[in-house]
């Protein structure tokens, strides 16, 4: 008896499976179905709507059709592509194309959404359109825990006032850790704002002399951002926090700003310095505004026992001589190090010096 009631729980089981299973692959066919028809709408979209978009930069915006409201989305994509591929009057005039087709309702609905997808694509559109009449609402995002979210939110309203979105991002900017500083200074570059670098080399100014470590983390981002910002903005700030600053990290950090032969004292003061980092950014930058006569200073790092230092200290000695190939020569022959010899002749070669 007990071995029928188990043959009779495997079959239902096994029925209970199948069955699943089968559910499964039905569901797998819809969902393939429905992504052939959703390809199949916006291939016939593009087709129509491309040759459109041409005519409309060009200037005929006359002839624009009706939207459906199955195309808003597929409209807003290719609005986006085109407007990140344009550049000058292209850009203003796909802006007309959105108003004139009403679409700007449509985007403020996606915003307000909760799909990711959906904010994302109203808040690159509307960064483009440098649309202000969701400020709020995309300041809200900006502050969003969700990374991706947050930084797009960051880019539209620098897209649409940079001043008023760094007044408004300062702080965020300097504290969130995951908000790439290079992403960050690429968005400051496109913003290209004289006064938006001003006010971040203050703020660095302000925190040179620091030793809060909070302090220093927000110091260390500023430096990174102003690697973008124009040379005679950031210069001071970037000497007066490596006079007063003692954080390895912000030492490294200020030497890569070095272009001047009036900085000379500075970083040959950092050749011996015992953080390897700091001694790499040195050597590059006695390479740029040094003299041949700081060659041989410049030789002793080629016994450092980090190869990436005695790397850039061959690539910085080649420059410093001009890739002068005997006094390369003459110097390669009073090296006593065969590890340093062999740097030399690498970094020699690799820019066609004899």
């Known amino acids: 008896m007990l071995s029928e009631h188990l043959i009779q729980i495997v079959v239902w089981l096994s029925m209970t499976l199948l069955v699943l299973m089968l559910l499964l692959l039905l569901r797998i066919a819809l969902l393939r179905i429905n992504l052939i028809a959703h390809t199949s709408r916006e291939r016939i979209f593009l087709e129509v709507w491309q040759p459109l978009f041409a005519s409309a930069i060009a200037g005929d915006t006359d002839n624009l059709p009706q939207l459906e409201e199955d195309e808003k989305i ?44 959906s904010q994302l694509l109203a808040l690159t559109m509307l960064g483009h359109l440098e649309d202000r009449s969701a400020w709020t609402e995309i300041l809200r995002l900006a502050k969003h825990r969700d990374t991706l979210l947050s930084f797009v939110a960051a880019r539209a309203l620098f897209q649409i006032h940079p001043e008023a979105a760094l007044n408004d991002l300062k702080q965020l900017m300097l504290e969130r850790e995951d908000w790439p500083p290079a992403q960050l200074a690429l968005l400051l570059q496109e913003a290209n704002r004289e006064s938006i670098f001003t006010v971040l080399a203050n703020t660095a100014n ?4 620091s030793t809060n470590p909070t302090e220093l983390g927000r110091l260390s981002r500023l430096l990174h951002l102003l690697e973008v910002a124009p040379y005679q903005l950031a210069i001071p700030a970037v000497r007066a926090t490596l006079a ?9 950090q200020c030497l890569k700003f070095l272009r001047e032969p009036s900085d000379l004292p500075a970083v040959k003061k950092h050749i011996g310095h015992p953080n390897w ?26 016994r450092d026992p980090v190869w990436w230092v005695r790397y850039r200290t061959a690539q910085a000695l080649v420059t410093l001589t001009r890739g002068d190939s005997q006094t390369l020569s003459e110097l390669r022959a009073h090296l006593a190090d065969r590890y340093a010899v062999d740097m030399l002749k690498m970094a020699m070669s690799e820019k066609g010096v004899q």
């Open 74 to 117: 597929y409209f807003m994509k290719l609005w986006n592509h085109l407007h990140q591929s344009l550049r000058g009057p292209a850009k203003r005039r796909l802006n007309i194309i959105a108003l004139r087709c009403g679409i700007l309702h449509d985007v403020y609905s996606l915003l307000h959404r909760k799909g990711l997808r």
């Open 206 to 209: 302000d925190l040179a002399g």
């Open 244 to 252: 007063a600053n003692q954080k390895d990290e912000i030492i490294a």
């Open 277 to 302: 980092v700091v001694r790499l950014q040195a050597a590059k930058a006695l390479g740029r505004i040094g003299s041949p006569s700081d060659q041989h200073q410049l030789a002793v790092l080629l």
